[in-house]
């Protein structure tokens, strides 16, 4: 994984020492509210219901069991002892005092951690797939040109003030498993005729109030040009986008205004000039360099590469190995095992002190230090011989680490919601633990099947519920909270707009719905058909006439 020069070490401490003036000048009068709201955000800090949230970069996902043990002793030390990995592949701790934060931006950037860029109107921390480098049907890794687009993008002076959030996806697999579709900018590695590898670029994408899927803008673009393509469209958006109203600001709403072939000419017209300027060219010397940063392990495991090859008479094991542990590999002797996040009466995504640091030791002992975060927040350690699994199942069990879960309805995106979040107007965390409640029969979840289950507890969409095979909105109406429910949506290949089911159904009737539902599905599905597959032949309409029959 990628390790700092002195000038990134020596920019985030310069950060954190700055915005260690910067409270202290907010404390004495000097800065006023909306000054150091700038000020913070840049830093990662909201101010959320009960106290502030700062939001910590896990860029692409990939963190070191170092890493990993500062973030459980943040939690401890700042916290109440927990924190939650998002979507975003970022970690939030939910109530450091403001006094604290500087103090902890010094300790994180020990260990090559910060907070930029996971707030404000700038470039957003970059996501990849969590199989980065490891996935069997990857075409390149993407995480070598993640790190060329976070330096670019840190510090970037023209675009540290864009009309509003912007959001960055990269993938090098056939199979989407970063969801680049939805995303401002979404760059996918593909192959042209030729069989040269490069870049095709989609645009504006994005969930919330005005969910959108984006557009391929490039075909094909040579790597050389990836800076000043991505530059370009940025240009344009900083030019055109809306500063007038929030809720048209963002990228996807410009390019739908000017339309996509309007948009691509402008973009075009802008590159002409970019292109020729050499600061701006990615050159084969860069990748290259970029690409030793990211080196698999040396040695290769002298045992059986087969799973089956492992004799262990251990049925709770044996279930974890079905949904945990992804058992093809570019390595031979190696697998990729899922660490779910989403145990029973835990809010999804959320994780002790004592189990980040668990982790942490985990990871040193079975996975080469290294762990990644998924944007369907759990986390994976990459690199786990197919000998030590047994021993590495052991190891999670102690901790409570081992859910086998991963793809099932259990296995839900879930934002904070109203328990935290200002902008939220209903719960999310209560209805996931009501849902886990439900359907805690394990037989009961593998006979379901794969399912994505995402809910967000506003139209901000933190917890994807537009790109849900069965989303979850929390509304608002007259005080009460109500829950609109789409199906049918998808983040991967098939990228679809979930399509809403009716009217919102209160609270107290959100379970009984999604019973339905699922029993719906259970009755006329076909053999082996998934749920997404069944929504898409029978359409919405089976399962709204029996979820509003007794309305």
């Excluded at 970069?57 to 700042?78: D, E, K, L």
């Excluded at 495991?301 to 279930?319: C, F, M, Q």
């Excluded at 929390?474 to 009716?502: F, H, M």
Aim: with cysteine; proline share 3%.
């Amino acid at each position: 994984m990628y390790q700092y020069n002195k000038h990134d070490q020596q920019s985030i401490e310069q950060r954190a020492a700055q915005f260690r003036g910067q409270v202290e000048r907010f404390k004495t009068g000097d800065i006023d509210e909306d000054e150091f709201r700038a000020l913070r955000l840049r830093n990662g800090l909201y101010y959320q219901i009960h106290a502030h949230m700062l939001r910590i970069a896990i860029p692409y996902g990939v963190v070191n069991a170092n890493q990993m043990r500062m973030f459980g002793h943040i939690c401890r030390t700042y916290d109440k002892g927990y924190g939650h990995f998002t979507t975003r592949q970022n970690l939030q701790i939910n109530w450091p005092e403001l006094e604290d934060v500087p103090s902890i931006l010094e300790e994180l950037a020990t260990v090559q951690v910060h907070a930029i860029q996971t707030s404000g109107n700038c470039i957003r921390n970059i996501t990849s797939d969590h199989l980065a480098g490891i996935a069997t049907d990857e075409i390149e890794d993407p995480r070598p040109y993640c790190e060329i687009l976070r330096h670019w993008s840190t510090f970037h002076p023209e675009f540290n003030w864009l009309p509003r959030k912007f959001k960055f996806a990269v993938t090098g697999a056939i199979e989407d498993r970063a969801a680049v579709q939805w995303h401002d900018i979404g760059l996918r590695l593909v192959k042209n005729d030729d069989g040269e590898v490069g870049f095709q670029v989609l645009v504006g994408g994005g969930m919330g109030r005005t969910p959108v899927i984006g557009k391929v803008i490039c075909e094909f673009l040579e790597k050389r040009y990836i800076k000043s393509y991505v530059e370009s469209i940025l240009r344009v958006y900083n030019l055109h986008g809306r500063r007038d109203n929030k809720y048209k600001a963002r990228i996807k709403i410009l390019v739908n205004a000017m339309g996509i072939d309007t948009f691509r000419q402008e973009v075009e017209a802008e590159w002409e000039l970019l292109k020729q300027d050499p600061s701006l060219w990615l050159e084969q010397e860069e990748i290259d360099a970029m690409k030793a940063q990211f080196e698999h392990p040396d040695e290769s495991p002298k045992v059986s590469s087969s799973i089956e090859g492992i004799a262990v008479k251990d049925n709770n094991y044996d279930l974890w190995l079905s949904r945990n542990v992804e058992q093809t590999h570019v390595l031979d002797g190696y697998c990729a095992t899922f660490i779910s996040l989403k145990a029973q009466g835990e809010a999804p995504g959320d994780a002790t002190s004592e189990q980040m640091e668990a982790i942490a030791d985990i990871a040193e002992k079975f996975s080469r230090s290294e762990i990644r975060v998924t944007h369907e927040q759990n986390l994976v350690l990459p690199y786990v011989k197919t000998s030590e699994l047994y021993a590495l199942w052991m190891e999670l069990n102690k901790h409570e680490l081992a859910t086998p879960n991963i793809g099932t309805l259990n296995d839900m995106i879930c934002c904070p919601g109203l328990d935290f979040c200002s902008l939220a107007n209903a719960t999310t965390i209560p209805l996931a633990a009501a849902i886990n409640e439900r359907f805690n029969d394990l037989d009961e979840l593998h006979n379901i099947g794969n399912i994505k289950l995402k809910m967000s507890g506003c139209m901000n969409a933190c917890g994807h519920h537009h790109a849900g095979h069965i989303g979850i909105l929390g509304v608002d109406k007259k005080g009460k909270e109500w829950y609109q429910i789409t199906l049918g949506g998808s983040a991967e290949n098939d990228s679809a707009l979930g399509k809403r089911l009716g009217p919102a159904v209160k609270k107290e009737e959100l379970v009984g719905a999604l019973d339905t539902i699922l029993n719906v599905y259970l009755e006329k599905r076909q053999q082996d058909e998934s749920f997404q597959e069944s929504v898409n032949r029978l359409g919405i309409e089976p399962f709204k006439e029996q979820v509003y029959a007794s309305h």
